[in-house]
């Protein structure tokens, strides 16, 4: 995957579209995203890194993880990637992702949480096994002018995410912007055709 990230070292417009919706942090960066058929803006948390060079390894378009920590092993990782839409039901795709969960690992649950987004749909859900992993997701639209929506996920490994872990991913989710994609483009393989999530 080629996406370039752009570590943008003053408030861009993206930025103050987000700013007075939601409360992030007030020295989050903001990221620009990019490659063939996109263009989106997303906030890196405090404490946080962002890395699109290794975000293929996770079927990502960008991850992120604790500073400190190895990207290959950190204690948590949140992955943000663009699916390609088969319509705007994005509800129904989280439902099927959900009964592809429930095949693969029958002893799977499944827990609302709440996870928004100022601007966009957002579709939040806690997939876990107990005290085999805990997978926060979070499908999000940016409407019928993009293309693709958004898939966030946030691992945890064995055990629910502490409560800075979790604000992090939901100031990643809640910072997300659109910035192009016409649903009149054609979209390429740095998507990726697979639009499932996997543990």
Not at 82 to 103: P, W
Not at 155 to 163: H, S
Request: glycine share 6%.
């Amino acid at each position: 995957m080629r996406n370039k990230l752009i570590i943008i070292s003053i408030i861009l417009v993206i930025s103050i579209t987000i700013l007075p919706a939601v409360p992030l942090q007030e020295n989050m960066k903001a990221l620009v995203v990019y490659g063939s058929g996109f263009v989106f803006g997303v906030m890196e948390p405090e404490n946080w890194r962002g890395d699109t060079e290794n975000a293929g390894r996770f079927r990502a378009n960008i991850i992120f993880y604790p500073i400190g920590q190895a990207w290959n092993s950190p204690d948590a990782v949140i992955r943000v990637r663009i699916n390609e839409k088969v319509d705007e039901n994005t509800a129904e795709d989280l439902s099927f992702d959900m009964e592809g969960y429930r095949n693969r690992f029958p002893q799977i649950q499944f827990e609302d949480i709440d996870v928004p987004h100022p601007k966009y749909r957002s579709f939040p859900k806690l997939f876990f096994v107990e005290s085999n992993f805990y997978e926060y997701v979070t499908y999000v639209n940016p409407g019928e002018a993009y293309w693709y929506t958004f898939s966030v996920a946030l691992n945890t490994q064995k055990k629910r995410a502490e409560k800075d872990v979790l604000e992090a991913y939901k100031e990643v989710v809640a910072s997300l912007l659109a910035i192009s994609g016409s649903s009149e483009a054609v979209p390429h393989p740095a998507a990726d055709s697979d639009k499932k999530l996997g543990t």
